[in-house]
């Protein structure tokens, strides 16, 4: 079974809608969780982490996820989009004794005017 | 500060030729990381290197070679370079990895894009 697993490889949103990315993550990873961002010709770069304590984690550009260890989920959200928001989202985790990360296949987000 | 730094940004190899990637990093990390990024695929670790001296496989370790003799440099060489390395390539950085001490936030370079023919 994949690691981390994003459920959704595309998708399309509305500018000024909300929108949720979706990330499950097994347990052969640990639950130290990242969602990262990547600009077209890019670099990815770090939106959120969720080490410990509060479940609820706030991020860069008005991105928040939640942690829920019951349903092993990591979903990102955002309560209203921007064109600037169009880009590729990686959910990751640590795993391998957490010397190495994890990551998900990607799910692009492209907001539409 | 310039993070980490990938050369060359482009490289159009043919088949059986090898070549050399170089990152570096100035931010004194002890952990660096080669990922090749394929569509559909994500990001698929190929190596890795916890400290100056060390090297570990990754899931993708098949064709390439690495070394870090430096602590700043971490190279990723092709011997016999096939299309299926076909590939965009990222390297990444992180000062430490477990607990709560900021676990591991990668910092990737801006990838390097090879071309197989």
């Known amino acids: 079974a994949q690691s981390v697993t994003q459920l959704d490889s595309q998708v399309p949103v509305f500018e000024e809608a909300p929108v949720e990315l979706r990330c499950n993550y097994s347990?052969?990873?640990?639950?130290?969780l990242f969602w990262y961002v990547q600009y077209p010709n890019q670099g990815l770069q770090l939106l959120l982490k969720?080490?410990?304590?509060?479940?609820l984690v706030k991020g860069i550009n008005g991105f928040e996820a939640e942690f829920n260890k019951s349903q092993t989920s990591f979903h990102l959200r955002k309560p209203s989009v921007h064109i600037s928001d169009t880009a590729e989202y990686f959910c990751?985790?640590?795993?391998?004794?957490?010397?190495?990360?994890?990551f998900g296949i990607g799910t692009k987000l492209q907001v539409i005017p | 500060n310039a993070g980490v730094t990938q050369t060359p940004k482009f490289r159009v190899l043919k088949t059986g030729q090898s070549m050399t990637l170089l990152c570096a990093q100035d931010?004194?990390?002890?952990?660096m990381y080669w990922y090749r990024q394929d569509p559909g695929m994500g990001l698929r670790l190929i190596h890795y290197?916890?400290?100056?001296?060390?090297?570990a496989k990754g899931e993708v370790p098949d064709g390439y070679n690495v070394s870090r003799l430096k602590k700043q440099n971490f190279l990723l060489g092709l011997e016999s370079a096939a299309p299926s390395q076909t590939s965009v390539y990222f390297c990444?950085?992180?000062?430490?990895?477990?607990?709560?001490?900021?676990?591991?936030?990668?910092?990737f370079g801006a990838g390097s894009r090879l071309t197989v023919l």
């Open positions: 969720y080490l410990s304590g509060s479940t």
């Open positions: 990444a950085s992180s000062l430490r990895t477990g607990g709560l001490s900021g676990a591991n936030v990668l910092t």
């Open positions: 290197s916890v400290g100056e001296g060390t090297t």
């Open positions: 931010m004194n990390h002890e952990y």
């Open positions: 990751a985790a640590l795993s391998g004794g957490y010397q190495k990360v994890t």
């Open positions: 347990s052969s990873v640990s639950v130290y």
